[in-house]
Every structure is written in structure tokens, then in C-alpha cells.
């Protein structure tokens, strides 16, 4: 067994462990958050932002901590594309789809 001592909490949002929550928090859908029971639609979330991740080189919402960053997927919305990276001209209906993905209650989310 190994053990990765990050310096800073920042790192092991990163990382599942265990006997520690399942999922990376940088992609733990809100329901995950408060520990409710996930089905394909806190995998869409995930991928949501994976994907969010994937255009912008940013993860959605991250905290300075493992709280605040699961905090941030039950309030926060992540920034629009315009605003984070305007030079990467992302479309707006990639964003749409994205964001779709994102939504707070699963029932918004594809199905």
C-alpha cells in the first residue's frame, strides 16, 4: 500500500482512497454530495464536468478544501465559457449541453 501526502489539500480532490468518500470531489454530483443515493445521472454530472474540465483546462467548482469544493456543487454554478476563456470561442450549444449536464437536480439532466 502507498500513501500520497499532498502539501496542500488541493491535490487530493483529486484522489479516491479508501475507506474515504467514493469519487474525486472534483466530480461528485450534488446528490453524491449530501449522500443520497446516485444512479446514471450523477454520471452524467461527472461527465459534465469532465467535459467542462476538458474545454476550459479548469475544473467547474473546486474549493480551497474537499468541503467547500462539494459545497460549491450544491450552490455554486461553475463560470460560462465567455467569461473563463472567451479566446477559446467555445459555441454556445456546447455550453448548453455542458451545462445541461451540470444541473443541480438530476431530474434536469439527460436521461
Not at 470531489?25 to 450523477?42: F, N, T, V, W
Not at 459555441?91 to 451545462?99: D, R, S, T
Amino acid at each position: 500500500l502507498a500513501k500520497l501526502l499532498p502539501s496542500s489539500g488541493q491535490e487530493i480532490q483529486q484522489l479516491t482512497a479508501k475507506g474515504s468518500i467514493m469519487g474525486s470531489p472534483l466530480y461528485m454530483s450534488p446528490e453524491q454530495c449530501m449522500g443520497r443515493e446516485a444512479d446514471e445521472r450523477a454520471d452524467i454530472y461527472g461527465f459534465g464536468c469532465l467535459m467542462y474540465n476538458c474545454l476550459t483546462g479548469k475544473a467547474p467548482l473546486k474549493g480551497q478544501s474537499i468541503i467547500e469544493t462539494m459545497s460549491k456543487h450544491l450552490s455554486d454554478l461553475p463560470e460560462s465559457f465567455e467569461t473563463l476563456c472567451p479566446e477559446l470561442k467555445i459555441p454556445p450549444y456546447v455550453q448548453a449541453i455542458v451545462f445541461n449536464c451540470l444541473a443541480k437536480r438530476r431530474e434536469e439532466r439527460y436521461q
